[in-house]
Antibody, heavy 120, light 110 residues
Framework: QVQLQESGPGLVKPSGTLSLTCTVS????????WHWMRQPPGKGLESIGY???????TYNPSLKSRVTISVDKSKNQLSLKLTSVTAADSAVYYC??????????????WGKGTTVTVSS | QSVLTQPPSASGTPGQKVTISCSGS????????VSWYQQFPGTAPKLLIY???KRPSGVPDRFSGSKSATSASLGISGLQSEDEADYYC???????????FGGGTKLTVL
């Protein structure tokens, strides 16, 4: 059974870079597509972006200039980098497997999430 | 502001059936399938419904999904106290060329 585990610093300074890793166990990153989501405290889910099995990435337009998502197949890991962070980027960050994209879009496996706080 | 619109709250008594709505547009719900997610406080979302009305293995058949034009609905019959959670809808948006989500509905079992 595939499991996802996010990891990374829980505290990031304003204007710094948020870097998270999602380790895939019990399965492979290929041939799947992967998604990063976040959820600010007390708020709903927000899509950050996703990476197709081909390596193509698509980002939320509101975050596009600051986000990079990549996959390291050799380590069975995904990564998320978000630059120039502010307090508004404080949230629980989730990685998720894309069960299907486009017309049939859904996320079928989710990590437990990791809390990131942006503060000096 | 979420692209898909859900009521912020819903409630029902044990045994009742409740329905949670998800409203979108011609570029998202009307043109694509819908998925639903259940989230308990402090935990990650879990896939509840996909392809409008399909349930992953392990999801009780008390949960059902439907779609009509630009709206979708999640139905929960035989409501139980353990169903108290937040529920989110999601679909693809052809104009944005990406997934969109609802703002979530907090279900309270009275």
């Amino acid at each position: 059974q595939v499991q996802l585990q996010e990891s990374g610093p829980g505290l990031v300074k304003p204007s710094g870079t948020l870097s998270l890793t999602c380790t895939v166990s019990g399965g492979s990153t290929s041939p799947y597509s992967w998604h990063w989501m976040r959820q600010p405290p007390g708020k709903g889910l927000e899509s950050i972006g996703y990476i197709y099995y081909t390596g193509t990435t698509t980002y939320n337009p509101s975050l596009k200039s600051r986000v990079t998502i990549s996959v390291d197949k050799s380590k069975n890991q995904l990564s998320l980098k978000l630059t120039s962070v502010t307090a508004a980027d404080s949230a629980v960050y989730y990685c998720a497997r894309v069960g299907a994209t486009g017309y049939f879009f859904y996320l079928d496996v989710w990590g437990k999430g990791t809390t990131v706080t942006v503060s000096s | 502001q979420s692209v898909l619109t859900q009521p912020p709250s819903a409630s029902g008594t044990p045994g009742q059936k409740v329905t949670i709505s998800c409203s979108g547009s011609s570029s998202n719900i009307e043109s694509n399938t819908v998925s639903w997610y259940q989230q308990f406080p402090g935990t990650a979302p879990k896939l509840l419904i996909y392809n409008i009305d399909k349930r992953p293995s392990g999801v009780p058949d008390r949960f059902s999904g439907s779609k009509s034009a630009t709206s979708a609905s999640l139905g929960i019959s035989g409501l139980q106290s353990e169903d108290e959670a937040d529920y989110y809808c999601a679909t693809w948006d052809d104009t944005l060329n990406g997934p969109v989500f609802g703002g979530g509905t907090k279900l309270t079992v009275l």
